[in-house]
Nanobody, 114 residues
Framework: VQLVESGGGLVQPGGSLRLSCVAS????????MRWYRQAPGKERELVAAMASGSNTRYPDSMKGRFTISRDKANRTTYLQMSGLKPDDTAVYYCRQTRPRGDYWGQGTQVTVSS
């Protein structure tokens, strides 16, 4: 299974972006989906999580601004981000946990700047 992320880029403060993470290969079912981010000089942090039952979880700083979702085929994970702030600038990574293992994407850069 390989994960490919897309949707990152440069956005002004207050703007929105939607990140996508598409799985290819023998994907099987999915147990959990997560998005993380890592800013320069900082540790990687969880920004959104969804279990197979569609329960979601967000850190307090992301609640109301970030939304994780998936397609019906359980192949693609999305992260809708709104009200973006300069502090949201980071490389964003998706992670999918499937019966055959735990998989990470290569990361996509999000830069929030005027």
């Amino acid at each position: 299974v390989q994960l490919v992320e897309s949707g990152g880029g440069l956005v002004q403060p207050g703007g929105s972006l939607r990140l996508s993470c598409v799985a290819s290969g023998d994907i099987g079912s999915i147990t959990a989906m997560r998005w993380y981010r890592q800013a320069p000089g900082k540790e990687r942090e969880l920004v959104a999580a969804m279990a197979s039952g569609s329960n979601t979880r967000y850190p307090d700083s992301m609640k109301g601004r970030f939304t994780i979702s998936r397609d019906k085929a359980n192949r693609t994970t999305y992260l809708q981000m709104s009200g973006l702030k300069p502090d949201d600038t980071a490389v964003y990574y998706c992670r999918q946990t499937r019966p055959r293992g735990d998989y990470w994407g290569q990361g996509t850069q999000v830069t929030v700047s005027s």
